[in-house]
């Protein structure tokens, strides 16, 4: 029973009904006080039997034991119903049984008839034995389980409450739903210690059968010898008879019930009807059923033994086990094939919503129509070069890039590529498919024909070369560049260009969340009491623009709770953060050899000293530059550090620690990926080579 049919539920019966139940359980009162004639004891009888195979048929179907919640009071009437129609068939056994079987009923007489065989001791036996299996075996059996059953469901409770106020806390479930779960709950507990309590019905209904049995056995014979003036053998015969077969008649309902009662609390947790709970779990193994038929066929074989029936059951097995495979397999692929069809369904509906629309891809490759052929046999080779660049700048820079989208758009420029950005165009290429690119830089073109063009990751000069000569530029030393390579090339640039533009706040608290303990105390210290949890963004944001791995985030961690409590700005933060990580960071720029460096000069070092403005405490409040010497900067800069540029050797620029910030400012827009380091982050032991000034 699911949470929405529990929520419709009618609260009331239809007009009427609730008359004619009163109605009934008033007759069955009436039945213990008033003489009935023998053809309403007959009809009784039959509802009883009727009663208990229909509450037997409803615990094999229902799916979970909740679903029959009205069990422990439908049972307690089908017992009263039972000793009703005792007390009934014993006043007519007692007044009547001298006339024959048939005095209390023609159902008593017939079951008398048909398991006695005329023979009393062997009905007295038989029903000795279903009384023992009745009440020794189910009803004790299933009395324990509901003890156990209602006993550990009392102490859940507690626990289930509170799983549900915490799902309702964290926005899981709603208030509705919650409603929903607390009153399955209610229920579930109601119904299990009202089951501890019926089976105590079934265990009293045995003892009263026995006592009924036996008083109608004495009270029959005394009655015939006195009153109707039969023989000791004779009155024993005839009363025996109508006794067994009234006890008989009771007993088998009880046993029905019992079973009923054993099978619902035996259920448990397990969901389904009870032929797929048993049959489904019996079944779903078949080696043990091999195993089970092999058995019987070895049975079988034995001398002495019928070969017939345990052959035949091996068959079975047999058969059962070869075809249960193959009938899970069909039912997972129907499953799957279900599922495959809802995602795409939703998957469908979702792209047709307004509301996807508004999304846009965090990083997103757009191929132009005719891109869109050309590079479909290069898909499965992108797909996986994307995968391991994307665990590349997950190693290098501490936190993993968002999904890179490959799409199609049939607006984007002929023959051309578009990398995005939060949807926004960042770079865009027009790429020659069955074109190779020759890398030239400022040397001399190779000798095969070709048209000149600018390589997109880099802007360096590169010929643009048809497939046929690959193989002759290549002897002549040049680096030659496919076009998957071009295209993966200038997106790992882009990248690498807007880092800071990935970093969400939900990839930063997912970061916080991967710390160790400890350092979760420390953060706990310092946001948000010293600095906010956007402020901590914005400092990891400022670091990767200029490409500073914030992989070591407990080192970073440790640098921002020593400066918090005298800086509140990111940029302040950062700058601290930036000679904490000296020794990472010049590492990573110097590679195997020694740190090459180029410094600002004594005269620009004073210029940006001027124009960086304080206030009394000492803080930056502006940097104002006058724009003769901006420009004047710009040149000597541009030329020194392109004259460096064109050795091919490896550099950085040194300036103080004052103005590193605004010279980076400038710096970054003539040559976004040169570093600039200030004095202080020259980490100890790192051996440097000036290369001269900018001067």
């Not at 398991?115 to 034995?129: E, K, P, Q, R, T």
């Not at 507690?158 to 479930?173: E, R, T, V, Y």
């Not at 079944?283 to 019987?296: E, H, I, K, R, S």
């Amino acid at each position: 029973m699911s949470l929405a049919t529990i929520a419709v539920r009618p609260a009331s019966t239809r007009p009427g009904r609730d008359i004619g139940f009163a109605t009934a359980i008033i007759l069955i009162l009436c039945l213990f006080f008033l003489p009935v004639p023998a053809m309403v004891i007959d009809l009784g009888l039959a509802i009883s039997i009727a009663l208990s195979v229909l509450i037997l048929m409803v615990a094999l179907w229902i799916q979970r034991p909740l679903e029959f919640s009205a069990f422990p009071t439908i049972l307690l009437v089908a017992t009263i119903l039972r000793l009703a129609l005792n007390i009934s068939t014993t006043r007519l056994i007692l007044a009547h049984g001298s006339q024959g079987t048939t005095a209390a009923g023609y159902i008593i007489g017939g079951f008398a008839q048909l398991v006695m065989g005329g023979d009393f001791v062997i009905g007295i036996i038989v029903f000795l034995i279903l009384v023992t299996i009745n009440f020794l075996v189910i009803t004790k059996g299933a009395t324990r389980i509901a003890e156990v059953g209602a006993r550990f469901t009392l102490d859940a409770i507690p626990g289930k409450q509170m799983a549900i106020d915490a799902d309702l806390s964290a926005g899981l479930i709603d208030e509705k739903i919650a409603q929903l779960r607390r009153r399955e709950l209610e229920e579930e507990s109601a119904f299990f210690g009202s089951m501890d309590g019926a089976s105590k019905f079934v265990r009293g209904d045995a003892i009263a059968g026995l006592i009924i049995l036996a008083v109608n056995i004495v009270g029959g014979i005394v009655i015939g010898v006195t009153r109707h003036g039969l023989s000791v053998s004779t009155a024993a015969d005839v009363f025996t008879k109508l006794s067994v077969g009234d006890g008989l008649v009771s007993q088998i309902p009880a046993l029905i019930i019992s079973l009923a009662a054993g099978l619902l609390v035996a259920k448990g947790g397990t969901r389904g009807s009870t032929d797929k709970a048993v049959l489904g779990q019996l079944g779903g193994y078949p080696n043990a059923l091999f195993f089970a038929a092999g058995l019987m066929l070895v049975l079988g074989l034995v001398p002495g033994l019928p070969f017939l029936p345990f052959a035949m059951i091996a068959g079975l097995m047999g058969y059962v086990a070869f075809i249960i495979p193959r009938r899970l397999a069909e039912a997972t692929a129907n499953e799957a094939a279900e599922l495959a069809a809802k995602e795409e369904k939703v998957r469908g509906e979702a792209r047709s919503s307004i509301k996807e629309q508004l999304k846009a891809a965090e990083i997103d490759v757009t191929f132009s129509k005719e891109l869109v052929a050309a590079m479909l046999p290069s898909r499965p080779e992108i797909a996986s070069r994307v995968a391991k660049m994307r665990r590349k700048f997950a190693r290098q820079y501490g936190f993993v890039v968002p999904e890179i989208h490959i799409t199609d758009d049939i607006n984007a420029p002929a023959k051309s590529y578009q990398i995005r950005i939060h949807g926004t165009v960042f770079a865009t290429y027009q790429l020659r498919t069955r074109e190779f690119l020759v890398i030239i830089g400022d040397g001399k073109r190779p000798n095969v024909p070709g048209d000149e063009v600018r390589e997109p990751a880099f802007g360096v000069r590169a010929l643009s070369i048809n497939e046929a000569y690959v193989n002759e530029a290549k002897r002549e030393g040049f680096k030659v560049v496919d076009p998957v390579s071009i295209l993966l090339t200038h997106l790992s640039e882009v990248i690498h260009n807007n880092l800071s533009h990935l970093l969400s706040y939900k990839d930063m608290r997912a970061l916080l969340d991967r710390l160790e303990p400890e350092y979760k105390k420390l953060l706990d210290e310092i946001c948000p009491s010293q600095i906010s949890y956007s402020t901590l963004q914005a400092v990891f944001k400022l670091l990767l623009s200029e490409r500073v791995s914030i992989r070591n985030l407990n080192l970073i961690l440790e640098a921002i709770a020593e400066i918090a409590p005298h800086a509140r700005r990111p940029e302040q933060l950062v700058e601290h953060v930036r000679v904490r990580l000296s020794q990472q960071i010049c590492g990573e720029l110097k590679g195997d050899g020694p740190l090459n460096v180029l410094r600002l000069g004594n005269r620009w070092d004073l210029v940006f000293h001027q124009s960086v403005k304080r206030d009394a405490k000492g803080d930056v409040l502006e940097f104002d530059i006058d724009p003769r010497l901006m420009e004047q900067f710009i040149a000597e800069a541009t030329a020194a550090i392109r004259q460096r540029l064109d050795t091919q050797t490896p550099f950085v620029l040194v300036t103080t620690a004052e103005a590193r910030p605004y010279v980076r400012l400038i710096i970054e827009r003539m040559f976004p990926t040169l570093a600039v380091l200030s004095q202080l982050e020259i980490a100890r032991g790192i051996e440097v080579v000036a290369l001269g000034s900018i001067s």
